[in-house]
Structure formats: structure tokens, C-alpha cells
């Protein structure tokens, strides 16, 4: 089923996507070399409760034990945060949060380059982050997810780069995982059509080498099978008349 949101439902989902937008800003300054995952969870979780009402909401979520997911390198999605993984210089740290605010949820992710990284690595970024904005421009009423999907494929493929398919973007409201799925590739007009007061995850995955994925004996991080980097953007975007918002947007520094 679609849960389709309200406009007042979408102004809570906003309010709580600026706290999320902010915490996302606030965690992009503070990873650095040295720093551990696990300082850098510990500084989503409080920043994120100093704001009344606002809850992190990966914590528990399906069981994970963190309040961000921090994946490095070759790790996609779901890293566990930890005090032996410490960033070093040259690193990409992939960094995917979210926020639970008066009975609704947003979802954000970023990637990091940390220090200097190589050639190769600042494309990937790049060009991932071009990707969801891509994917975002095409989430007006009329398109269809397909055309999200194929906006953000065309991007990525279009440097060279592989989609990750094995995870997908989603709806999002009082659940955090609703209906639909969102593909990250795709053909314009397949799918559900947009439709204003839909809540979406749209999160392009993007590897420098393979799509294919792995999953680690901790049973919760993924990896690209071959090892190469991977980067990951997400926003939560509401669809309106008047075009998509964006309700986890933060100032870039
Ligand atoms: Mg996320
Ligand atoms: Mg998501």
C-alpha cells in the first residue's frame, strides 16, 4: 500500500529532515583521519537527541546496533560503527542516518572523502552525487520511478561506473521503509507514476568496478564483491505540484 502524505504531513516530515540535514552537515565536518566510526556515531546520536523530540532512528532498527551506518571503501551500505575502525587519510567514508521526529521518519546519506583522496575516488563522489540529483530532477508529478532510476543510471553508467542493485531507495513516512521500492536504474515511465504527497528514499549506490555485491559474516555490512570503492547520496523527497523537495537538504561546505 502507498501512504500518500498530507501537506501537513509533509511540513513534520521537513521539520524533521532539517535536524537530519544538520546532523549530516555536522558529521561531514567532524570525520576526519583519526577519528573512529564509533566516536562519529556517538556524535550523530547526541546531536540528533539535542533536538527535542528527534530520535536516531536506525538505532534497533531490524536489530542494528548503531545510530549511522558507517561504511568505508570497499563497503557500501550497513557498516557497523566501531572503535577499531579508525579513518585514515585517503579513505572514503560512506555515512547514511536517520531521523525520527513526531511520528515520522527521514533517511539522509553522504560520502566523505577524507584527507586526500585519489583521481578515481573524487570522481566517484562526484559523479554518485550527480546521480541523486539527477534522480531528484526527475521526481515530478507525471514521471513515472522509472525515470528516477533511469536519470540516476544514466549518470553513473555515463562516467563508467556500476549501479548497485541489490538495494534499493524507498518510500518513507511513518514507517521508514514503505512502498515503493526505488530502483537506482530503470526505464522512464515503468513503474508507479508520481503522484503528489508521495514520501521517497531516493539513494543512488554507485561502485567504481562491479555491481555485484557481498555481504559480511557480521551479516550486516556490504561490500562490492571485487573489492572496488563505493559512494552513496540520499535525500528524502516529497512530491508536490509545485516539484520535488527535498526535505533532508543541508549547506555543503
Ligand atoms: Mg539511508
Ligand atoms: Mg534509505
Not at 556524535?43 to 531490524?62: D, N, Q, V, W
Not at 558507517?70 to 555515512?95: T, Y
Request: charged share 20%; glycine share 12%.
Amino acid at each position: 500500500m502507498i501512504a500518500l502524505k498530507s501537506p501537513r504531513e509533509i511540513e513534520i516530515m521537513a521539520e524533521g529532515g532539517r535536524i537530519l540535514g544538520a546532523t549530516v552537515a555536522h558529521l561531514r565536518e567532524q570525520a576526519k583521519a583519526g577519528v573512529s566510526t564509533w566516536d562519529l556515531d556517538a556524535m550523530a546520536e547526541t546531536f540528533i537527541r539535542s533536538h527535542e523530540g528527534a530520535t536516531p532512528a536506525f538505532k534497533g532498527l531490524y536489530g542494528f546496533p548503531g545510530s549511522v551506518c558507517a561504511s568505508i571503501n570497499q563497503e557500501i551500505v550497513h557498516g557497523i560503527p566501531s572503535r577499531k575502525r579508525v579513518l585514515r587519510d585517503g579513505d572514503v567514508l560512506s555515512l547514511d542516518i536517520g531521523v525520527g521526529y513526531k511520528g515520522y521518519f527521514t533517511d539522509s546519506a553522504t560520502t566523505v572523502a577524507i584527507g586526500e583522496v585519489d583521481a578515481t575516488s573524487k570522481q566517484l563522489l562526484a559523479v554518485t552525487e550527480r546521480a541523486l540529483e539527477a534522480g531528484i530532477a526527475a521526481a515530478v508529478v507525471g514521471n513515472h520511478i522509472g525515470d528516477i532510476g533511469a536519470a540516476v543510471q544514466a549518470v553513473a553508467e555515463g562516467a563508467g561506473f556500476s549501479v548497485v542493485r541489490d538495494l534499493v531507495g524507498h518510500g518513507i513516512g511513518t514507517e521508514f521503509h514503505e512502498e515503493p521500492q526505488v530502483p537506482n536504474y530503470g526505464k522512464p515511465k515503468r513503474l508507479m507514476k508520481l503522484t503528489p504527497g508521495l514520501t521517497i528514499a531516493i539513494e543512488p549506490m554507485v561502485s567504481v568496478g562491479t555491481a555485484k555485491t557481498r555481504t559480511m559474516p557480521d551479516r550486516w555490512t556490504v561490500v562490492t564483491a571485487d573489492g572496488s570503492r563505493a559512494a552513496h547520496f540520499e535525500h528524502t523527497v516529497a512530491i508536490t505540484d509545485a516539484g520535488p523537495r527535498v526535505l533532508t537538504a543541508y549547506a555543503v561546505n
